[in-house]
């Protein structure tokens, strides 16, 4: 299976400001998928990154709060803007299908 | 539409055996299953098709039931390196629309 590095694994934000998420996989994939856990939680999809398209995003996402770049095959960034308390969470991305998804160790979000 | 799961918990000791179960209201075309242990993230289990056998490795099995639309997941002789939070995860069509369940919290005492 895949091997995804995500950076940062933590931060802390002051309202207002955004902070970008990488990840960055071991081999090239067609799809990355970006996750929200918040805390005791399930994981929630974001949106789903494909190379060279636009990013598809689930509903109550919108591209303008969760700007997705996908600039090759093994990379992908999640960008959470205009920052708040509310956006305080664990955001994983995601890789795989037919056996199983991988994720990366996620970023834990604070935001105050 | 995310699956539901029962129970919400669960409290071993070691060596216990536990079933955690997964339902959907809508037929499915595979189920995954996912391990995440506190602060870490999810580990995928194993992975059940529409139309494929009971799965398992070790001491952890799973089942999955197409007409009910269930799928259950079997840990016997449980050991401390079981806790974690269980989920399922299950999609409804050949890369369409998979959604985690709520997860199960599994406790395993010594």
């Known amino acids: 299976s895949a091997v995804i590095s995500q950076k940062p694994s933590r931060d802390i934000c002051q309202r207002g400001t955004s902070l970008t998420i990488q990840c960055q996989v071991d081999s090239q994939v067609t799809m990355m998928f970006w996750y929200r856990q918040q805390p005791g939680q399930s994981l929630t999809l974001i949106a789903t990154a494909n190379q060279g398209s636009e990013a598809t995003y689930e509903s109550g996402f919108v591209i303008d709060k969760f700007p997705i770049s996908r600039p090759n095959l093994t990379f992908s960034t999640l960008t959470v803007s205009n920052m708040s308390p509310e956006d305080s969470s664990i955001y994983l991305c995601?890789?795989?299908?037919?056996?199983?998804?991988?994720f990366g160790s996620g970023t834990r979000l604070t935001v105050v | 539409q995310q699956p539901v799961q029962s129970p919400q918990a669960v409290i071993l000791r070691e060596g216990e055996d536990a079933v955690i179960n997964c339902s959907s209201s809508?037929?499915?075309?595979?189920v995954h299953w996912y391990r995440q242990k506190h602060g870490e993230a999810p580990v995928f289990l194993m992975i059940l098709l529409k139309g494929g056998e009971q799965k398992g490795h070790e001491k952890i099995s799973a089942s999955f039931n197409e007409k009910k639309q269930q799928s259950s997941l079997y840990l016997t002789a449980s050991q401390l390196s079981y806790s974690g939070t269980y989920f399922c995860g299950t999609e409804d069509n050949y890369g369409q629309n998979f959604v985690f369940g709520p997860g199960t919290r599994l406790s395993v005492l010594p």
């Open positions: 995601s890789v795989g299908h037919v056996y199983g998804y991988t």
């Open positions: 809508k037929a499915l075309y595979s």
